[in-house]
Structure formats: C-alpha cells, structure tokens
Nanobody, 123 residues
Framework: VQLQASGGGLVQAGGSLRLACAASGRTFSDLHMGWFRQAPGKEREFVAAIKWDGFSTAYSDSVKGRFIISRDNDKNTVYLQMNSLKPEDTAAYSC?????????????????WGQGTQVTVSS
C-alpha cells in the first residue's frame, strides 16, 4: 500500500488544519489507519487511529478533544481535523496503515508509513 499525506502548513495558535492521506495499492476498507507525528529531536508519537469500518477511534491524551480522525472508504482517504492548535503540535505528520486485521486502538501494529506533511503552529 502507498500512502500520501497532504494538507500541512503554517497556522497561528488556536487555528485549524485538516490533513488528508490518500491510500492506493490495497483495498482501503481492509486497512486500519493511523496518524503519527515527529517533532525535531523527538521520537515519533502516536496521534490518532481509526478502525477499518470507521466505528472505532483512538487518540493520544495530548490531542483528545481537539483532533478528529475520520475516513472515507469510497475516496480511499483518511483525514485528521486539527482544531485549537498549539505550538507544541508543530511536527511532521505521517499516516500509517495496518493490513493484518487486529484493531488494538493506539497499539495497532501499523506496518506501512507514508511521507510526512509539515505542520507549524506559531504562537
């Protein structure tokens, strides 16, 4: 499966952005999808995940209540709506896919990663 993220940019604190990740090469509805981020000098961090059918989601505590993950299986795309952005949300955001079937929320074993899209939040 190939993943391509888009929608990053520069936004002021308190603003919003919506990221999108288009998948190809596999039946999208077979895939659990996730978003991760990595800031300079820091390890990659889980952000959000969504089950193949869209009926279960998981969020990190740092984004819960501000970010919303969703998917459109007809468009082979997963989204991350980011609201009330903070400077500490600044990072490269990447999407990931798991094709092996076990939904484990934030512990889902994602095995395919796309290139990141940069999100910069100014104070």
């Amino acid at each position: 499966v190939q993943l391509q993220a888009s929608g990053g940019g520069l936004v002021q604190a308190g603003g919003s952005l919506r990221l999108a990740c288009a998948a190809s090469g596999r039946t999208f509805s077979d895939l659990h999808m996730g978003w991760f981020r990595q800031a300079p000098g820091k390890e990659r961090e889980f952000v959000a995940a969504i089950k193949w059918d869209g009926f279960s989601t998981a969020y990190s505590d740092s984004v819960k209540g501000r970010f919303i993950i969703s998917r459109d299986n007809d468009k082979n795309t997963v989204y991350l709506q980011m609201n009330s952005l903070k400077p500490e949300d600044t990072a490269a955001y990447s999407c990931a896919a798991d094709s092996r079937g076990a939904w484990l929320g934030q512990n889902t074993d994602f095995e395919t990663w796309g290139q990141g899209t940069q999100v910069t939040v100014s104070s």
